[in-house]
């Protein structure tokens, strides 16, 4: 069985332009999360997503940073404009169910780089 | 809000010698504890999930122990070997969120 997908695996551009991640969850898994890990620290969830439903988006910056998972599948990240800061690796999780017992299976990241 | 600790952050040892790892947490009122291991450039692959229920998990040369009262959680390497070179994060779950350690990169020499 295939696990996360994500796309592309690595991105550098300039700041101010925008960039977008893509991420595909395991079949069947309903629950898909947005991860931040920067250099160094453990990864800090964004934004949860229950089918097509944003449940839990306080952590996500929304001046610049917006999501979405169309049809409850597939999911896109994006940040317009990039700033320096936004350097770092974007992991994508998925879980059958998100219940509170549920493990969350990881894809292995986008490192953006914003030069 | 939860604070996940984990020392030391970088650790060196000799092949066939045995691994500590500790992890503590602030809050206590967690539903488990999860370690898990990330290769440089991948993703994170789960080792062991501890329920709050549990005292202890095992798996191969893996154990985990956790006492929640403490809010402290160690995983055992027994009888290192290179491959087992990575960084190693813990993550408590209260609600639905996964809270993470800084991780402890670990080296074992040949």
């Known amino acids: 069985e295939a696990g996360v997908v994500q796309s592309p695996r690595y991105k550098i551009i300039e700041k101010k332009q925008p960039v977008a991640f893509w991420c595909n969850p395991i079949s069947g898994h309903n629950t898909l999360y947005w991860y931040l890990q920067n250099l160094g620290q453990g990864p800090e969830l964004l934004i949860r997503y229950e089918n097509e439903e944003a449940v839990d988006d306080s952590q996500l910056p929304k001046d610049r940073f917006s999501a979405e998972r169309l049809k409850g599948v597939d999911s896109t990240l994006k940040i317009q404009p990039a700033e320096l800061g936004d350097s770092a690796v974007y992991l994508c999780?998925?879980?059958?169910?998100?219940?509170?017992?549920?493990?969350?299976?990881f894809g292995p990241g986008t490192r953006l780089l914003v030069l | 809000k939860q604070e996940v600790t984990q020392i030391p952050a970088a650790l060196s040892v000799p092949e066939g010698e045995n691994l500590v790892l500790n992890c503590s947490f602030t809050?206590?009122?967690?539903?488990?504890l999860q370690w898990f291991r990330q290769d440089p450039g991948k993703g994170l692959t789960s080792l062991l999930l501890i329920q709050s229920s549990q005292r202890e998990q095992t798996s191969g040369r893996l154990n985990a122990s956790l006492d929640k009262s403490s809010g402290r959680s160690t995983l055992y390497i027994a009888a290192s070997q290179p491959g087992d070179s990575a960084t190693y994060l813990c993550?408590?779950?209260?609600?639905?969120?996964?809270?993470f350690g800084a991780g402890t990169t670990v080296t074992v020499r040949a």
């Open positions: 999780a998925s879980s059958s169910s998100g219940g509170i017992q549920e493990t969350q299976y």
């Open positions: 809050d206590s009122a967690i539903y488990n």
């Open positions: 993550a408590v779950k209260d609600d639905y969120k996964l809270s």
